[in-house]
């Protein structure tokens, strides 16, 4: 599991890397379509093309940079094999300010699928702010 491990690892150190670009195309690359986002709440928003995530990042991004938002990190990664070609993973996330100082965290999973372009999210669920999952 290690290597499954490090292969996770650097798919979200490469998103890392991705949105610091703060361009909702060049994140949605790391997105298959089609792709469902579950907020907290337990809404569920769907995304059947590549633009179409694309457009949501993107919508995302521009936010969090108008909040002072520069960068992110991630930590606390977790994951479960899903089979041969599925992992779930989840992480805690951090936004960061020029300073490097945290203006925004959540925690997050992912269910990811390896096809012939390495790792891709279908599915995201952010956890609930109440309880012990957050």
């Known amino acids: 599991m290690d290597a499954l491990q490090d292969e996770v690892r650097r798919f979200f150190e490469d998103f890392v890397a991705a949105f610091a670009e703060f361009d909702g195309a060049l994140i949605a690359r790391r997105y298959g379509a089609p792709y469902l986002a579950l907020n907290a709440a337990g809404e569920a928003r769907l995304f059947a093309t590549a633009a179409d995530i694309g457009d949501y990042f993107q919508g995302i991004v521009d936010q969090y940079f108008a909040q002072g938002c520069r960068s992110c990190r991630f930590h606390g990664l977790e994951i479960t094999p899903l089979g041969c070609a599925a992992v779930l993973a ?18 997050e999973s992912y269910n990811l699928t390896r096809g012939a372009d390495g790792l891709r999210i279908h599915v995201s669920t952010d956890h609930s702010e109440t309880g012990d999952d957050s």
Not at 90 to 107: K, P, Q, T, Y
């Open 90 to 107: 989840s992480i805690s996330w951090e936004l960061l300010d020029s300073g490097g100082e945290v203006i925004g965290a959540w925690r």
